[in-house]
């Protein structure tokens, strides 16, 4: 199902990769490190995290700031972890996009969470999924990533 609940037909490339994602903590973010991270504007008009996915140290994803379809005015940012200050019960991660500083307030209830292998055999139905897929010419759908539900953590941010 798509995120406004209407079925969708996929079909898994050959060289589908699959994961699913594990909790970790605040204290497991440090500088240089790249994060992937939902958010919508506060009040102050500084981004308030939905949900932080963060890569193994060494991998890298390309720097960018897009809106997402969470919901409406969310977006997606992507970089590396500039700074990470936690101050009286609050915290807030600077990351560096496209040569720009910025500033995520991270409320203690945003799920941080890191990738981690997984394979076809999680893809069990009613499992939640979230996928990288293209539109092919034909109108066919193909799924070439897939992050799967498991041990509790939704992938569906």
Not at 38 to 46: C, L, N, R, S, Y
Not at 78 to 96: N, W
Not at 135 to 156: C, F, M, Y
């Amino acid at each position: 199902m798509a995120r406004d609940g209407t079925a969708i037909s996929v079909t898994l490339a050959d060289n589908l990769t699959v994961s699913a994602l594990r909790r970790v903590a605040l204290v497991d973010i440090t500088k240089g490190n790249s994060v992937g991270a939902v958010a919508e504007p506060g009040p102050d008009g500084v981004l308030k995290a939905i949900a932080i996915t963060v890569l193994p140290p060494g991998m890298r994803i390309a720097e960018r700031q897009v809106a997402w379809d969470l919901a409406p005015g969310t977006s997606m940012n992507d970089g590396p972890v500039e700074a990470l200050v936690e101050s009286g019960g609050s915290s807030e991660l600077t990351l560096s996009i496209n040569g720009q500083s910025v500033p995520l307030r991270v409320p203690p209830e945003t799920p941080l969470l890191m990738p981690v292998p997984a394979d076809r055999a999680d893809l069990v139905p009613g499992a939640a999924v979230f996928m990288n897929a293209s539109r092919q010419p034909d109108g066919q759908i193909t799924a070439v990533r897939l992050t799967v539900g498991k041990n509790g953590v939704d992938p569906a941010i």
